[in-house]
């Protein structure tokens, strides 16, 4: 069966034409599915051969048949630009050649599997980096990825399947496209493909069945590739609207980052799904009181605070150092002076002893913060 093809946005597939040459930055379109084996690197190169048949000057800048028949018989016709091929560890690295595609300077190029990790001594470290810089060029791009490997989901993700996943990408970079195409395919068939020898290679099908591909894992998967390509939609909508409204009505969110929190990462994802979906910058603070000057905290507490902020600025946040003994006054005058629409918090941890009948920290912040909405999580 060969999957189905679900546009997320209004714009039929073949109306990216319509998206080039707006502006001098190139256009970005996304195909999207909720796991490996449903078809994107088809699709994607399906509609390369519908461009160049158009008069596009169309070119693969990189590609993953999978020794995929019906995959390999799309890129006949496409040309390629070759990659940069050299040995590392005796083993022969091929990764997309950034330099020759710009060289090259087509009007659109394909690049499969945008979330891939690129070998040692490339340019960049990873291949959506490479992407940008190729979209800052002027150069379209289209390209593949899967669901999991939005880094606001890893979480979602990981309770979902189980599965840690290591190659994630900023959640602004899927943000940026100008098109997102879900390529749909039910559990039950992707693993008919799977057993049939479409998606690996005989010795790689039990494993792979023991591990991600089981109907409850692919189910979910699909779930959540339905909920963000609706949140892409409506994101789209919002901006849309937004065009006509004063900034003043704009959403802004902002989470509240303390040195020892439980589990900041997910705190982070929380409120970058949330911003997301409200089309809203957001910002993540921090509140540095004189007990956690750098020189007066550990040197493991510092370097976690420092690594939860680095996340916090690939999420695509904005991280703001405030220096204040009062954390309460510190946060309300932020929110307050940015206008801050809605405030993500940690749940507050149990209290105990005479403790329990004061106040915590978000039940100070809620009464001075009237007119935000303040979101536990």
């Given at each position: 069966?060969?999957?189905?093809l679900?546009p997320?946005s209004?714009?039929?597939?073949?109306?990216?034409l319509?998206?080039?040459?707006?502006?001098?930055?190139?256009?970005?379109?996304v195909?999207?599915?909720s796991?490996?084996?449903?078809?994107?690197?088809?699709?994607?190169?399906?509609?390369?051969?519908?461009l160049?048949k158009?008069?596009?000057?169309?070119?693969?800048?990189y590609?993953?048949?999978?020794?995929?028949p019906?995959?390999?018989?799309?890129i006949?016709?496409?040309?390629?630009?070759?990659p940069?091929?050299?040995?590392?560890?005796?083993m022969?690295?091929?990764?997309?050649?950034?330099?020759a595609v710009?060289?090259?300077h087509?009007?659109?190029?394909?690049?499969d599997?945008?979330?891939?990790?690129?070998?040692?001594?490339?340019?960049?470290?990873?291949?959506?980096?490479?992407?940008?810089e190729?979209?800052?060029?002027?150069?379209?791009?289209?390209?593949?990825?899967?669901?999991?490997?939005?880094?606001?989901?890893?979480?979602i993700?990981?309770?979902?399947?189980?599965?840690?996943?290591?190659?994630?990408?900023?959640?602004?970079?899927?943000?940026?496209?100008?098109?997102?195409?879900?390529?749909?395919?039910?559990?039950?068939?992707?693993i008919?493909?799977?057993?049939?020898?479409?998606?690996?290679?005989?010795?790689?099908?039990?494993?792979a069945?023991?591990?991600?591909?089981?109907?409850?894992?692919?189910?979910?998967?699909?779930e959540?590739?339905?909920?963000?390509?609706?949140?892409f939609?409506?994101?789209?909508?919002?901006?849309?609207?937004?065009?006509?409204?004063?900034?003043?009505?704009?959403?802004?969110?902002m989470?509240?980052?303390?040195?020892?929190?439980?589990?900041?990462?997910a705190?982070?994802?929380?409120?970058?799904?949330?911003?997301n979906?409200?089309?809203?910058?957001?910002?993540?603070?921090?509140?540095?009181?004189d007990?956690?000057?750098?020189?007066?905290?550990?040197?493991?507490?510092?370097r976690?605070?420092?690594?939860?902020?680095?996340?916090?600025?690939?999420?695509?946040g904005?991280?703001?150092?405030?220096?204040?003994?009062?954390?309460?006054?510190a946060?309300?005058?932020?929110?307050?002076?940015?206008?801050?629409?809605?405030?993500?918090?940690?749940?507050?941890?149990p209290?105990?002893?005479?403790?329990?009948?004061m106040?915590?920290?978000?039940?100070?912040?809620?009464?001075s913060?009237p007119g935000?909405?303040?979101?536990?999580?």
């Open positions: 069966m060969e999957p189905s679900r997320v209004r714009a039929a597939p073949e109306d990216f319509n998206l080039i040459q707006r502006q001098n930055r190139g256009k970005l379109k195909y999207l599915g796991s490996a084996g449903v078809g994107k690197t088809y699709a994607m190169l399906r509609e390369g051969n519908r160049l158009s008069g596009v000057d169309v070119v693969i800048g590609v993953e048949p999978h020794e995929r019906e995959t390999t018989a799309q006949k016709a496409l040309e390629i630009v070759p940069r091929v050299w040995l590392y560890h005796g022969e690295i091929r990764e997309m050649d950034r330099d710009l060289k090259r087509p009007t659109v190029v394909l690049v599997e945008l979330a891939h990790t690129n070998a040692p001594g490339s340019h960049n470290t990873k291949r959506y980096e490479d992407v940008q190729i979209l800052e060029a002027g150069i379209n791009v289209i390209t593949t990825i899967n669901i999991q490997h939005f880094e606001s989901l890893y979480n993700v990981e309770s979902a399947t189980g599965v840690k996943v290591k190659e994630r990408i900023p959640d602004p970079i899927i943000a940026q496209a100008d098109q997102i195409v879900n390529i749909d395919l039910p559990a039950e068939d992707l008919e493909r799977l057993k049939s020898g479409k998606i690996y290679p005989s010795e790689r099908i039990e494993r069945m023991e591990n991600f591909f089981n109907p409850s894992n692919l189910t979910r998967l699909r959540i590739t339905f909920s963000e390509v609706a949140n939609l409506d994101r789209a909508q919002r901006r849309q609207l937004a065009k006509n409204e004063t900034p003043s009505s704009l959403s802004r969110v989470v509240a980052i303390s040195s020892g929190g439980p589990n900041p990462e705190l982070l994802r929380k409120t970058a799904r949330l911003a979906q409200l089309n809203a910058q957001w910002y993540a603070v921090y509140v540095r009181t007990k956690e000057a750098p020189d007066k905290i550990s040197v493991e507490l510092h976690r605070l420092t690594d939860t902020l680095e996340i916090a600025q690939k999420m695509g904005t991280v703001v150092i405030l220096k204040n003994d009062d954390v309460v006054t946060l309300t005058g932020f929110a307050r002076e940015y206008g801050v629409t809605q405030m993500v918090m940690g749940k507050p941890l209290r105990r002893g005479l403790r329990r009948f106040p915590s920290l978000t039940d100070r912040l809620s009464s913060v935000i909405d303040v979101v536990l999580s």
